[in-house]
C-alpha cells in the first residue's frame, strides 16, 4: 500500500481539520480524505480506542495522518487554532456549546479565517430540547419514523445497523453540505456554518415514505407495504441449506420471470400488487426456495433477469467475483475494505494510505500546511504534542 502520496483527487489542495469522533465523523472526513482533501485528524493526548481492536484497521480512519494535541493545555489550543487559519473545512462532533468553551467555536475561528467552513455533526442539531441530549443510531431512526416501520409485524422493530443514522444521515449528509458550502464559497468568498445533524439527514432519507403515505399508497404500521418484506416478490427466503436469497422482483416482468423459474404459473400470480394475496402466496414460494441450496437457486437463476441475488456474509461479499470484477473492494489481501465511492471519469477517488496511528506521519502532514516546525517541535518537547 502506498504511503500517503500527493493527492490527485477533486478535492485536491483542500485542507480539512478533522477533530476526531466516533460514526458519522470519521466517516465524512474518509470520504473528503479518499477524493483528495488533505486531511489532519487530531485525537486527544490520552487517545484509546473506545471499541478496542488494531486501530491500524479502523479503515474508517484511512488516507489521513493523525496528530495527538493537548487541548487542555492553552499552547495546545493556540495550536488548533492555528490549525484552523490553514483549513479550508474544519470538522467536529462534540455536543452543542463544547467547541465554545474551548474557545474553538465558529465565531472564534472564523474570526481569523472567514473562509473557513466549520462543519458541526451531531445526533440532535445545535438547537432543540435534545440538543444536549445523548444518543445513538437506533435514538435517532426512532424519532423519525423510520425505526418504527422496520421488521416483521409481530415483532419489535429491527435496527438496521447503524447505516441509516450515523453514516446516510450524518456522515454523507455532512460532506453533502461541506460540498455545497465549498461550491458557494468560489462565489463568495465566505465559509459557513454546517449544522449536519443525524436526526435530521435519518429524516431526510424518510421523504419518499411520507410522499407515499400522503399518497394513500403506504399503509400506516409495520407490515403490508410493498418496500418492507412483506410482498413475497420482495423479500429475502431460506434456502436449504440455511442461508438465504434476496428477491426484488417488483416490475411485472421480472414478477413472471421470478415465478416461472420457481415452478410456477406467471399467469396465476398476474396481480402480484395486490396486498390480500401476499401471506398465502409468500408460504407457497418459502416452501419452493427451501427445497434448493441458495447456491442452486442462483446458479438456476443465472442469465434471468428476475432480480434474484444470493444474500452474502461480509467476508463472501470479498470474494464474489462480480464485486472482484467490479473493484468494489480495494487494500492489500489482509485489509479488503470497500472502495471510495462514487466513481469519478477524470479524478477519481483512491485508497493513498491505510489508517495511521497518531503521530504517525504527523510531522509531515503539518509541514504540508506550512507550519513552523520550531512551533511544532517546541510543542512535541513540553509532551503537548504527538506528530511523529
Given at each position: 500500500?502506498?504511503?500517503?502520496?500527493?493527492?490527485?483527487?477533486?478535492?485536491?489542495?483542500?485542507?480539512?481539520?478533522?477533530?476526531?469522533?466516533?460514526?458519522p465523523?470519521?466517516?465524512?472526513?474518509?470520504?473528503?480524505?479518499?477524493?483528495?482533501?488533505?486531511?489532519?485528524?487530531?485525537?486527544?493526548?490520552?487517545?484509546?480506542?473506545?471499541?478496542?481492536?488494531?486501530?491500524?484497521?479502523?479503515?474508517?480512519?484511512?488516507n489521513?495522518?493523525?496528530?495527538?494535541?493537548?487541548?487542555?493545555?492553552?499552547?495546545?489550543?493556540?495550536?488548533?487554532?492555528?490549525?484552523?487559519?490553514?483549513?479550508d473545512?474544519?470538522?467536529?462532533?462534540?455536543?452543542?456549546?463544547?467547541?465554545?468553551?474551548?474557545?474553538?467555536?465558529?465565531?472564534?475561528?472564523?474570526?481569523d479565517?472567514?473562509?473557513?467552513?466549520?462543519?458541526?455533526?451531531?445526533?440532535?442539531?445545535?438547537?432543540?430540547?435534545?440538543?444536549?441530549?445523548?444518543?445513538?443510531?437506533?435514538?435517532?431512526?426512532?424519532?423519525?419514523?423510520?425505526?418504527?416501520?422496520?421488521?416483521?409485524?409481530?415483532?419489535?422493530?429491527?435496527?438496521?445497523?447503524?447505516?441509516?443514522?450515523?453514516?446516510?444521515?450524518?456522515?454523507?449528509?455532512?460532506?453533502?453540505?461541506?460540498?455545497?458550502?465549498?461550491?458557494?464559497?468560489?462565489?463568495?468568498?465566505?465559509?459557513?456554518?454546517i449544522?449536519?445533524?443525524?436526526?435530521?439527514?435519518?429524516?431526510?432519507?424518510?421523504?419518499?415514505?411520507?410522499?407515499?403515505?400522503?399518497?394513500?399508497?403506504?399503509?400506516?404500521?409495520?407490515?403490508g407495504?410493498?418496500l418492507?418484506?412483506?410482498?413475497?416478490?420482495?423479500?429475502?427466503?431460506?434456502?436449504?441449506?440455511?442461508?438465504?436469497?434476496?428477491?426484488?422482483?417488483?416490475?411485472?416482468?421480472?414478477?413472471?420471470l421470478?415465478?416461472?423459474?420457481?415452478?410456477?404459473?406467471?399467469?396465476?400470480?398476474a396481480?402480484?400488487?395486490n396486498?390480500?394475496?401476499?401471506?398465502?402466496?409468500?408460504?407457497?414460494?418459502?416452501?419452493?426456495?427451501?427445497?434448493?441450496?441458495?447456491?442452486?437457486?442462483i446458479?438456476?437463476?443465472?442469465?434471468?433477469?428476475?432480480?434474484?441475488?444470493?444474500?452474502?456474509?461480509?467476508?463472501?461479499?470479498?470474494?464474489?467475483?462480480?464485486?472482484?470484477?467490479?473493484?468494489?473492494?480495494?487494500?492489500?489481501?489482509?485489509?479488503?475494505?470497500?472502495?471510495?465511492?462514487?466513481?469519478?471519469?477524470?479524478?477519481?477517488?483512491?485508497?493513498?494510505?491505510?489508517?495511521?496511528?497518531?503521530?504517525?506521519?504527523?510531522?509531515?502532514?503539518?509541514?504540508?500546511?506550512?507550519?513552523?516546525?520550531?512551533?511544532i517541535?517546541?510543542?512535541?518537547?513540553a509532551?503537548?504534542?504527538?506528530a511523529?
Open positions: 500500500m502506498p504511503d500517503a502520496a500527493p493527492a490527485k483527487g477533486p478535492l485536491a489542495g483542500i485542507r480539512v481539520l478533522e477533530l476526531a469522533g466516533l460514526g465523523t470519521p466517516f465524512g472526513a474518509m470520504v473528503l480524505a479518499d477524493f483528495g482533501a488533505q486531511v489532519v485528524r487530531v485525537e486527544r493526548l490520552d487517545h484509546t480506542s473506545v471499541a478496542g481492536g488494531d486501530e491500524r484497521y479502523n479503515y474508517l480512519n484511512r489521513r495522518r493523525a496528530i495527538a494535541l493537548d487541548l487542555k493545555a492553552e499552547q495546545g489550543l493556540a495550536f488548533a487554532r492555528k490549525l484552523a487559519s490553514h483549513a473545512v474544519l470538522i467536529e462532533g462534540f455536543r452543542p456549546g463544547t467547541m465554545e468553551r474551548l474557545g474553538l467555536g465558529p465565531a472564534d475561528l472564523m474570526e479565517n472567514p473562509r473557513l467552513i466549520y462543519a458541526r455533526m451531531t445526533g440532535w442539531g445545535q438547537t432543540g430540547p435534545l440538543a444536549q441530549a445523548a444518543g445513538h443510531d437506533i435514538n435517532y431512526l426512532a424519532m423519525t419514523g423510520a425505526l418504527y416501520l422496520i421488521g416483521q409485524p409481530d415483532r419489535p422493530p429491527q435496527p438496521p445497523l447503524n447505516l441509516v443514522g450515523n453514516f446516510g444521515g450524518g456522515g454523507m449528509t455532512m460532506v453533502a453540505g461541506i460540498l455545497a458550502a465549498l461550491v458557494e464559497r468560489g462565489t463568495s468568498g465566505r465559509g459557513q456554518v449544522d449536519a445533524a443525524m436526526i435530521d439527514g435519518a429524516s431526510l432519507l424518510m421523504t419518499q415514505v411520507f410522499a407515499w403515505s400522503r399518497m394513500g399508497i403506504w399503509r400506516q404500521g409495520r407490515g407495504n410493498l418492507d418484506g412483506s410482498a413475497y416478490f420482495y423479500r429475502c427466503y431460506e434456502t436449504a441449506d440455511g442461508r438465504h436469497i434476496a428477491v426484488g422482483a417488483l416490475e411485472p416482468q421480472f414478477h413472471a421470478f415465478v416461472k423459474t420457481i415452478g410456477l404459473d406467471p399467469s396465476d400470480y396481480d402480484h400488487l396486498p390480500a394475496h401476499w401471506e398465502e402466496r409468500g408460504a407457497t414460494v418459502a416452501a419452493i426456495i427451501r427445497t434448493r441450496t441458495r447456491d442452486e437457486w446458479a438456476a437463476f443465472q442469465g434471468i433477469d428476475a432480480c434474484v441475488s444470493p444474500v452474502l456474509s461480509p467476508q463472501e461479499a470479498l470474494s464474489h467475483p462480480a464485486n472482484i470484477e467490479r473493484g468494489v473492494h480495494v487494500g492489500p489481501d489482509d485489509a479488503r475494505q470497500p472502495a471510495p465511492a462514487p466513481r469519478l471519469s477524470r479524478t477519481p477517488g483512491a485508497l493513498q494510505a491505510m489508517p495511521s496511528l497518531p503521530g504517525e506521519g504527523g510531522m509531515a502532514a503539518l509541514e504540508q500546511w506550512e507550519l513552523e516546525s520550531a512551533e517541535d517546541a510543542l512535541a518537547s509532551g503537548l504534542l504527538v511523529g
